[in-house]
């Protein structure tokens, strides 16, 4: 049996849209290999590179709202990302996993829209929606984010009993750079001009997760997990601001899954979980999953709206039933509370 395994990924995407400035070009590549090191050791290796280029690809009502002169290029250099386990008996292993992920972005919009808030003596008193009125602006947005991250992860698993306790750090910096110039006749003073920010950012987070199975027809699940965040108050939208913010979040758990037979099968979970910066969460041991359930997103709504929502608090309940009256055959039904 080989020792050693690898995988060469390349994907090419160029699709010109349906309408006016809806074109979008992606070229990625990857390269991974693994290797056993004795008998119960592994390591693991993997490089990422990719580019993309596109207009205004926001999914529209009406077409005729698009944005013709908007256009985004984002490239991330090489990402690397190294991994090592270690087997401690038939039901003990430790894994960990290291990573620089950087990535850069271009924004240029010709046209832009700004929210506009209007204070008297230092108090908001009303709030514009973007693109009220005459205030636009030309804008370019040069985005960039480096974050190292490390997580360290116990696992033991037995026949009726598994623990996964791990934890995680991320450090990272922010370089943005925003310039809006504005149209000439408006009427209300907006910080025009070049701004730089170079904020940082940190993330750690411990967890445990236990499964029981308490009946081979019967499981219960737990898990707790305890976030503490530092981050830029916005480094994506113009005008930016370089102010840190630091937030802690204490995650309960809690899920059963029952097969009363094998035909029927119930699942019901309740977990908390908190958002992360960037895709800083792409890089994680921790379970994406729980009971079956997603229970990680960096957003419930789109950024092209709202912007970045760093550190947000997602409180997920989810019930779902499943019959097969036979083989190949599925009926589902769920419900899902975020």
Do not use: C
């Not at 937030?247 to 037979?261: E, I, Q």
């Amino acid at each position: 049996m080989s020792r050693i395994s690898y995988s060469l990924d390349v994907s090419y995407l160029d699709r010109a849209g349906n309408r006016a400035n809806h074109d979008l070009q992606v070229l990625g590549t990857a390269a991974a290999v693994k290797t056993r090191v004795g008998e119960k050791d592994a390591l693991y290796l993997q490089f990422i590179r990719s580019e993309q280029e596109s207009g205004d690809v926001r999914q529209l009502y009406d077409p005729a709202t698009s944005n013709s002169g908007l256009r985004i290029e984002s490239d991330q250099p090489v990402d690397l990302i190294a991994g090592w386990t270690r087997e401690w008996s038939e039901e003990s292993r430790i894994l960990a996993v290291f990573g620089r992920l950087d990535a850069t972005q271009r924004t240029v919009d010709p046209n832009a829209n700004v929210l506009t808030v209007f204070e008297a003596n230092g108090v908001p008193t009303a709030v514009a929606p973007a693109g009220f009125g005459s205030r636009r602006f030309q804008s370019f947005l040069d985005e960039r984010f480096l974050v190292w991250s490390g997580e360290v992860q116990q696992l033991w698993e037995n026949e009726s009993h598994s623990v996964v306790a791990g934890l995680r750090h991320q450090q990272g910096d922010f370089e943005s750079d925003s310039q809006l110039t504005k149209f000439p006749g408006q009427l209300v003073t907006y910080p025009s001009g070049l701004v730089s920010v170079s904020p940082g950012m940190s993330r750690t987070t411990g967890y445990l997760y236990e499964n029981w199975t308490l009946h081979p027809s019967l499981k219960l699940l737990g898990g707790i997990a305890y976030d503490v965040l530092t981050h830029p108050e916005n480094t994506q939208l113009p005008p930016l601001q370089e102010h840190e913010w630091r937030r802690r979040l204490f995650s309960p758990k809690a899920g059963v899954v029952w097969t009363p037979d094998e035909n029927w099968m119930f699942r019901g979970a309740y977990s908390r979980s908190m958002s992360g910066l960037s895709f800083d969460n792409s890089l994680r041991l921790e379970p994406v999953h729980f009971a079956g359930f997603v229970q990680v997103y960096r957003s419930l709504i789109p950024e092209s709206i709202a912007g970045g929502v760093a550190g947000a608090q997602f409180d997920l309940w989810n019930l779902d039933i499943q019959y097969s009256p036979r083989t190949g055959t599925w009926l589902m039904a769920r419900a899902e509370r975020l």
